[in-house]
């Protein structure tokens, strides 16, 4: 008697609990997890990046306008010549008898000074390599957005499996509290049989031993439960405080597998996530290649300049026009072996393409097996509990009658606990594999 007000008390406060937990659906939780998730924040802020990298990138279209200044004082003149020498005096009759005169002097010039200019360059031909640059960067800003998306699978698949195993847990410890309450009133039956002389008493304590098991599982559960729940709201962001979900899972649930649920591999491969980062990769690396290639052809560039100076405390302007031409010559020898090492990582990409393909089919129908096995599982399990709640019906009936024993009584509660056990076991794990197979057909 004790032990069931003790157990009434447990289950008003677990009550109590559970209502002052927030209770969320599976959708709720998706959202939250799409909005909160690191994973998922962090590859948004990957794709941001990327963003500005072709933003970048479609600068190099644009002149390069550079400016710059030196102003400069030396110890010694930068023009110095030392001029010495003699000139000659022609003779002049009844004046001068001629002769040479002697000169000496030094020059100097430029000991201090400022140059200030500025100079555009517009690029004309870069081999190539603005142009494929810009479209790599368009490349690695759709590799992250496909990696935001398969980040975003990733914590889908990752929510729905922790809710619906919160799911499981939740329904059996609902058949485990039922079990109790039904053994409460087997104990009272028995206790009163005991008193009377009927039965022996060895009945009772099987069955006291019985209900101390299911507290026990029960309390277990109840641990399980509250971990998950735990992992779930840290998955979604709200933080170590443990939440309820209002999805549950009922042996009268009715399970039907979706009519058009299945899907060709070879139809559904051009639209998933993984099939399209392998094409990306591909298009990487003939992008790389192409760059590779540019690098060794030819540069051509037009461009204009203009200089101020005051060398001679005096500022002077020039304005000039330019073109400018860089031939790799030397570059040819190892660029040659740049472009073969290109052409390698090229094919390697198209058989990472080819291969993964594959994979992703075979992937696809192992997913539609586990999609079927789990449905199927479903089906079985719900004719063993029919069969469970007639056996236990019966089993009761024929106690109360003295045609069985209480082991046996207490032998069919087991096997209604455990198909209604597996039971919810196969429903749950059918809600993750059918998860599984959308996301791994690109829905």
Not at 18 to 27: E, G, I, M, T
Not at 129 to 150: D, F, P, Y
Not at 394 to 399: A, D, E, K, Q
Request: glycine letters at 6%; proline letters at 2%; a neutral charge.
């Amino acid at each position: 008697m004790k032990r069931t007000i003790i157990t009434s008390i447990l289950c008003v406060a677990a009550v109590a609990g559970l209502s002052a937990q927030r209770v969320l659906s599976l959708d709720e939780c998706r959202e939250l997890a799409l909005e909160n998730n690191v994973a998922v924040k962090n590859a948004r802020l990957s794709s941001r990046a990327a963003q500005e990298t072709r933003k970048e990138a479609f600068t190099k279209y644009f002149p390069n306008v550079s400016v710059n200044a030196i102003a400069f004082t030396t110890d010694k003149s930068l023009l110095q010549h030392d001029f010495n020498g003699s000139v000659p005096l022609p003779a002049i009759p009844g004046l001068t008898e001629g002769g040479t005169v002697d000169y000496s002097y030094d020059f100097n010039l430029i000991k201090k000074g400022i140059v200030a200019g500025a100079t555009l360059l517009q690029p004309v031909f870069m081999g190539g390599e603005i142009v494929n640059g810009n479209k790599l960067a368009e490349v690695g800003e759709a590799v992250a957005e496909l990696q935001t998306r398969q980040s975003q699978e990733e914590v889908r698949q990752t929510v729905e499996q922790y809710y619906w195993q919160l799911a499981v847990l939740k329904a059996k410890r609902a058949t485990v509290s039922e079990l109790i309450t039904l053994l409460d009133t087997l104990s009272y039956q028995v206790e009163v049989a005991v008193n009377a002389g009927i039965t022996l008493r060895n009945d009772l304590l099987e069955v006291q031993l019985r209900r101390g098991e299911m507290e026990t599982d029960s309390i277990e559960l109840s641990n399980g439960i509250n971990i998950i729940s735990t992992m779930l709201a840290q998955y979604i962001g709200l933080g170590l405080e443990p939440i309820d979900i209002a999805g549950s899972i009922s042996a009268t649930d009715s399970i039907a597998l979706a009519d058009g649920l299945f899907v060709s591999p070879d139809e559904a491969l051009t639209v998933t996530t993984d099939y399209r980062l392998l094409s990306q990769g591909v298009k990487a690396a003939e992008l790389t290649r192409r760059m590779t290639l540019g690098a060794n052809l030819p540069k051509v560039a037009i461009g204009a300049g203009y200089t101020e100076s005051n060398l001679l405390n005096q500022w002077h302007g020039t304005a000039s026009l330019f073109a400018t031409i860089s031939v790799p010559i030397t570059d040819w020898w190892g660029g040659s072996h740049a472009m073969k090492k290109s052409k390698l990582q090229l094919q390697a990409a198209r058989n990472n393409l080819d291969d993964g393909s594959e994979l992703l089919k075979v992937r696809m129908k192992n997913a539609w097996n586990d999609v079927e096995t789990s449905y199927r599982k479903i089906g079985v399990a719900r004719l063993s509990i029919e069969q469970a709640n007639e056996n236990l019906r019966l089993n009761r009936l024929y106690y109360k009658a003295g045609t069985v024993t209480i082991t046996d009584l207490l032998k069919s509660q087991t096997l209604y606990r455990q198909s209604h056990d597996r039971f919810v076991e196969a429903a749950g794990q059918y809600q993750i594999d059918l998860t599984k197979y959308l996301i791994a057909t690109g829905r």
